[in-house]
């Protein structure tokens, strides 16, 4: 993924360059250790600033909305499918992007290489597939394997699905025997148990909307928990309204979410938000066949009616 | 102010003592982290701790706070009228608050408390509180706290600082809370001032000489206010932000509310919330016009009012105590260092 970032620069400026796009928006390196900020930069002197590594998160979609003129986008899977799904949903044109597609071999996950720590980290870098953490008082070395973030290891597009140029070559995509462990231990417990774990899930939420904001397909102009006249939803700490932000704002992705995994890697509480969508992802696929943000030509099913549409509800 | 000395062996025994007549709060471990909140009679705060996702602002100013209710019952002879919530302000601790929080807790007493008015929940909360602070002897990679007139050992605040001897604490005593919480703990093996002292301040100095971090501000009481307002820079900064809350929420400094009532059958309660000026509905008025309809509107607003306008206000350095919980949470990596940096060389071009 390192040697990629040539030619992600290299792609950029030569877009710029030619006068092709206005701005190039991608990640910047990051004033701490794992960490890196979105970015536009919009003349061949700010290339320097693009990075690409295993700790670009967020996923960039949302930044390509209301844009003026035309814009370049770097782009890994799941964005890719992000854009398509904008596409899809009248938020950005086809034409007034140009996707610069990065396969990647997936993002770490932050919490579980901090909890290998004591104290706080103090370094990152990465090689191949080798992670070297250090914190002031311990060194560690990882294969970045081992510590990718859940979606990312559960991922089965990790090529761009919508691309105009290539920043590295195709990867083979992994064929998983079952996509959703994780919901099928869920599945698994029983109604309390069940309840319990939703239940601890949002015991440490602060209703800081990052998880919302993160969100690709969150672009509601007014969110149902921010309309005031009349006021939807409670706004306090009581467990009812909390849970009711997380249960609603899941079963508004439903059909939609790409499991990009920017709502927990947003999180400041380390909350696993992809608990609530995971579900809806496996009964979209279940049902209706569906993965979201694959093809441009195609409306989300919930969006949409076929005969073809499961109605065994229907007795 | 006096200094007494407390076995570890004997510190579980102390508290536990104290809880009769104390609250206690302190750091508590679960697997999302550090939270500094209320402690179970058979919790001893984990004094280990290297960081807290949350900074201690919650004991004082809870993110959902009660603070008036009525019954909406018309038989009842003072329906509709409300009073004041039937909060307890009875003596509460805090034990191993971090040195910056308890700074913090100054800075926000500075809004709530003043010539003017007195938030009469705040202020309650604070006057039942007792700080116990612990000195941090390893500070992290994020901690700034010299450059904002703190530091790891900063006493500004605290009624008691803790500094950790291995096997022992010293605690330098500084306020007659101070001396009373010690007391109800039944600790009482004075230590010589003198050394004590010195110990502290060598304990200060290593732990100030570990800290790289800093902030450079030193500039900006003199910038002219509408300059920065108007200068350039602020759609840079501003567009990697998801205008997300959790600068303000982790934030010690940050003590914006909103307020709200609410009803469940007969009963009705006006209670506050922590609010974000990150949020396009804290600003929106009931005409629907919103004078920070925009993000970069609210980006400048949560910098300015840390680094210039209370700084102009209050002069008293700026609103931020340099923890580096922003900086560490923010979803973004958007570094009030950097932010500051920009704002304090700031030159404008006529």
Partial sequence: ?315 | MKFITIDKKDWAKGIDKSRKTYQLFGPVKDKNGCKIKALDADVVPDMDYHESVMSAKSVLFPQTETILTTSLNEAVDDHHIMKRAENTYTPRAVLGIRPYDAKAILLVKMNFDTDDYRDPYWCDAYEATTLVGLGITKPGPFDFSTSVDCGPFCEEGLDILLADLDDKFLAKVLTPKGEAYAVACGFETTADDKESQALFDILRKEAEKNISASIETDKLSEKVLLDLHEAPFWDDVAFSCINCGTCTYVCPTCWCFDIQDEAKQKESSRFRNWDTCMSPLFTRHATGHNPRGVKVQRVRQRFMHKLKYFLDKYDQGIMCVGCGRCVKSCPVNIDIRKVAHTMNTFEKKD
Avoid at chain 1, 156 to 168: E, F, G, S, W
Avoid at chain 1, 174 to 201: C, G, T
Avoid at chain 1, 240 to 253: E, G, I, K, N, P
């Fill in chain 1, 1 to 315: 993924m390192d040697t990629c970032i040539k030619k992600i620069r290299e792609l950029a400026a030569d877009l710029l360059e030619r006068g092709e796009v206005e701005r190039v928006i991608g990640f910047a390196k990051g004033t701490i250790p794992m960490a890196t900020s979105p970015i536009a930069v919009g003349s061949k002197q700010e290339i320097e600033k693009l990075v690409f590594n295993s700790t670009c998160g967020l996923n960039l979609a949302n930044y390509a909305r209301k844009q003026k003129g035309k814009i370049a986008i770097i782009a890994k899977g799941c964005d890719s499918r992000n854009l398509v799904t904008h596409i899809v949903e009248n938020q950005i044109q086809r034409e007034q992007i140009v996707i610069i597609g990065v396969p990647c071999s997936g993002m770490v996950d932050k919490f579980k290489i901090a909890a290998l720590f004591k104290d706080e980290i103090t370094g990152f870098e990465e090689a191949d597939d080798t992670l070297t953490v250090s914190s002031l008082s311990l060194t560690q070395t990882l294969k970045k394997q081992d510590y990718l973030r859940e979606n990312c290891s559960l991922c089965t597009h990790k090529n761009p699905v919508l691309y105009d140029v290539l920043a590295a070559d195709l990867m083979e995509e992994q064929v998983l025997e079952n996509p959703f462990p994780d919901v099928d231990r869920i599945e698994a417990l029983d109604p309390d148990d069940k309840w319990q774990h939703f239940s601890d899930l949002t015991k440490n939420c602060i209703r800081c909307y990052a998880c919302r904001n993160a969100c690709p397909i969150c672009y509601c102009p007014t969110c149902f928990v921010d309309e005031a006249g009349p006021q939807w939803v409670g706004k306090g700490q009581n467990k009812t309204d909390v849970d009711t932000f997380h249960f609603l704002r899941a079963f508004h992705c439903a059909g939609r979410c790409t499991d990009c995994g920017a709502c927990v890697e947003a999180c400041p509480m380390g909350i696993n938000v992809r608990d609530f969508t995971r579900k809806l992802n496996k009964d979209a696929l279940e049902f209706f066949g569906w993965e979201a943000g694959l093809d441009i030509s195609k409306r989300p099913p919930l969006d949409s009616f076929s005969p073809e549409d499961p109605n065994d509800f229907i007795k």
